[in-house]
């Protein structure tokens, strides 16, 4: 399982309802972080791209959409033309578990939405919370918590939110610094914590799911 890269991934939305949208989808890699942001027509600051990696220091390559649907096949052709040619795994937290999850199944319902395919073809995949649960003796539960418990508050310190509800008021009112700063948090916890725990786990400890769609 170690010798898979591990792709982490975390989504934004404008809330948890069926008709809401996603607003921010990230994936972080060992090359970097690749973003894609919608901004519902509104027009983001020019410098949007250099100012998150000024802040974070580090490497950010952001893709910004008008709607929705634009993001969603910017997404598709990312992975399906980089990602899926990769021996990688795609972690979530929280993403998908055997009794839910947030990530995969708000996906899928706005794919479903606007008729694209399923772009994750290929790729295994494995909910990091599943194994903090279990494997380790923590307080907190949520990701953040989790991170700063096991890691430390480095990627804390550079997210501008201190819960990601902020996220939905961030991106109403046109924060799409903050909003993608936070994401990028996010999918970088995931990641440091998933070699976190291919440091201390074994392979019987995780639990990897295929992707593929049966048709």
């Not at 939405?113 to 073809?121: A, G, Q, R, V």
């Not at 996220?167 to 440091?192: P, Q």
């Amino acid at each position: 399982m170690t010798e898979l890269d591990t792709v982490a991934f975390d989504i934004e939305t404008t809330g948890f309802d069926v008709d809401d949208q996603l607003t921010v989808v990230g994936f972080d890699t060992d090359v970097g972080s690749r973003i894609f942001l919608n901004t519902n027509g509104r027009t983001p600051p020019s410098n949007l791209e250099a100012r998150v990696n000024e802040e974070l220091a580090s490497s950010v390559s952001l893709s910004v959409q008008q709607t929705e649907r634009a993001l969603l096949c910017e997404m598709s052709a990312f992975v399906e033309s980089t990602l899926a040619n990769r021996d990688a795994k795609l972690v979530a937290y929280n993403g998908e578990r055997w009794n839910g999850g947030f990530d995969l199944p708000f996906l899928r319902t706005r794919l479903c939405y606007h008729e694209i395919d399923w772009p994750f073809t290929g790729l295994p995949y494995i909910d990091a919370m599943d194994v903090f649960e279990t494997r380790f003796n923590t307080s907190g539960d949520t990701l953040t918590a989790v991170y700063e418990e096991l890691i430390g508050s480095g990627l804390t310190e550079l997210d501008p939110f201190a819960d990601s509800k902020e996220a939905v008021e961030a991106w109403e009112t046109e924060d799409f610094e903050s909003l993608v700063r936070h994401n990028v948090a996010d999918i970088r916890r995931t990641r440091s914590l998933m070699r976190l725990a291919e440091r201390y786990c074994s392979k019987s400890h995780f639990t990897m799911r295929s992707l593929d769609p049966v048709a």
